[in-house]
C-alpha cells in the first residue's frame, strides 16, 4: 500500500514555535553516535543502520539536519527528525521532513512535535517553502500531530481520499476543513 502524502505551504502556514519539555535537548548526530542511534531506530521497530547506510543518507540530509532530541539525564536519544531534499526528482523544490521517531517510553512529552518543528525550521533556512512527508494509516498520533501544525494530506493517488476520510474520522477531524491538495498540485519555488 502506497504512504500517505502530506504536504507544509510555508508560504500560507507560519512556522510553528519549536517548543521543547524540560529535561531534553535538540541537537544534530554526528557519525560516531550510530548506535545511539540505531537504539532509538529500534525502539520504534525500524530497521538499524550499518555506517554504510549513514553515509549514503548523508548525501541526502541537509547540513545540521539529522536532528535528536536527548533526556539531558539520561544522554539517550529519545527523538529523531531529519530535514532532507527531495525525494521527488519532479519536485526538487520541495524539501522532506523524514524519519521521525519518538521512543515509545518517552510519549507524552511533544517530542515528536518538537524534532519535527526543528527540522522545517531547517528546511526553512535552507530556503526550501514547501515541505513533504511520508507516513502511514496506522501512525494515528504522528498524523494527528501533523494535521495540528498545519500540514495538509496530498490526495496525489486516487485512494487517498478515501483512504484520509476515514483518518479523519477516526481522529475526529472534519475532512472537509483538511484542506486537501489535489493531486495536481503546485508549490512555491525555494526562496532566492
Given at each position: 500500500?502506497?504512504?500517505?502524502?502530506?504536504?507544509?505551504n510555508a508560504e500560507k502556514t507560519a512556522l510553528p514555535e519549536i517548543n521543547l519539555a524540560d529535561g531534553f535537548e535538540i541537537r544534530t548526530v554526528s557519525d560516531s553516535e550510530l548506535a545511539e542511534y540505531n537504539a532509538l531506530r529500534a525502539s520504534v521497530n525500524f530497521s538499524t543502520w550499518d555506517e554504510e547506510r549513514l553515509a549514503a543518507f548523508r548525501n541526502k540530509v541537509l547540513d545540521g539536519g539529522m536532528l535528536v532530541i536527548v533526556e539531558k539525564a539520561t544522554g539517550n536519544?529519545?527523538?529523531?527528525a531529519c530535514a532532507e531534499t527531495t525525494d521527488m526528482?519532479?519536485?526538487?523544490?520541495?524539501?522532506?521532513l523524514g524519519w521521525v521517531m519518538?521512543?515509545?517510553?518517552?510519549?507524552?512529552?511533544?517530542?515528536g512535535r518538537s524534532v519535527s518543528v526543528a527540522a522545517m525550521h531547517r528546511l526553512y533556512r535552507q530556503g526550501y517553502r514547501s515541505f513533504s512527508l511520508l507516513t502511514d494509516d496506522f501512525r494515528k498520533a504522528a498524523v494527528k500531530t501533523y494535521l495540528k501544525l498545519g500540514w495538509q494530506p496530498w490526495l496525489y493517488l486516487d485512494e487517498m481520499e478515501e483512504r484520509w476520510r476515514k483518518l479523519a474520522d477516526e481522529l475526529g477531524f472534519d475532512f472537509d476543513k483538511l484542506n486537501c491538495l489535489p493531486e495536481k498540485s503546485t508549490f512555491p519555488p525555494m526562496a532566492e
Open positions: 500500500m502506497a504512504q500517505l502524502k502530506m504536504i507544509f536519544f529519545v527523538a529523531a526528482p519532479e519536485l526538487p523544490h520541495v524539501g522532506v519518538t521512543n515509545p517510553e518517552k510519549q507524552g512529552f511533544h517530542l
